[in-house]
């Protein structure tokens, strides 16, 4: 299991993947057997929000904490009080999912005085394939503007470099080692390489041991595939 830490807050910029990831990542540690919350502080992307599939999650074993009702949809949504329960009580597991800039992650900044006293780790969503996090400036430029504006550090990077259904592992190597570069350059260490389930077997050939590799199932649909 790539994670380390009770509480993992999952970011990065629009289309980076971080709330499948995040989806992925909550139900791998549910099926450990761990009481686990996945908190959706997601305001900017009306299109990829856990709060869309909470039901099927919830049948999966989930807890999942979204604003409630009519807010559910609102662009500055009311947050649960019980996400504060999911921080201070040290029985549980927390995956949060983020928006996707730095004007998401300002609704992540309430709870920083929480945080600072809890087994936590704030980890960076790159897809080298999207724009603005293309080459490491840009990472670096991205990951520090979410920084600021919520008020907590980096713990870890995560390389979720992809075309889509026309991803190759070589396209994979590619971002892997442009979010190394991020890595080198801020000591950030990179935690893991996430790929869809179906060509982990080959991705995993070409890395080696270069990268831990954390196979994904898609849970999220754009709107024009909903029914």
């Known amino acids: 299991m790539p994670l380390q830490k009770r509480i993992s807050i999952i970011t990065g910029n629009l289309g980076s993947g971080k709330t499948e990831i995040a ?9 450990q057997g761990k009481k686990t919350y996945l908190v959706d502080l997601d305001i900017i992307n ?16 989930l807890n999942v904490l979204t604003p409630i009702g009519d807010l559910s949809f609102a662009d500055l949504p009311a947050l649960s009080p019980a996400i504060k329960g999911v921080i201070e009580n040290r029985q549980h597991t927390g995956i949060f999912d983020v928006g996707g800039d730095d004007v998401g992650a300002v609704a992540l900044g309430r709870y920083r005085d929480l945080l600072a006293h809890e087994d936590f780790s704030m980890i960076f969503v790159a897809n080298t394939c999207r724009p603005f996090t293309g080459d490491t400036e840009g990472i670096i430029k991205y990951l520090s503007s979410i920084e600021k504006a919520s008020g907590l550090k980096a713990g870890g990077l995560v390389c979720n470099t992809n075309l889509g259904m026309e991803t190759s592992p070589e396209t994979v190597l590619e971002g892997y080692r442009t979010v190394s570069s991020v890595a080198e350059q801020t000591g950030i260490p990179v935690l893991f390489t996430v790929v869809k389930r179906d060509i982990y077997s080959n991705v995993k050939e070409l890395f080696g041991d270069k990268s831990l590799i954390f196979p994904i199932d898609t849970y999220m649909e754009p709107p024009w595939k909903r029914k």
Do not use: C, Q, W
């Not at 009306?46 to 074993?61: A, I, N, S």
């Open 23 to 31: 989806i992925n990542l909550a139900l791998s540690m549910a099926h």
């Open 46 to 61: 009306p299109y990829f929000r856990t709060r869309l599939v909470r039901d099927k999650l919830e049948e999966m074993g």
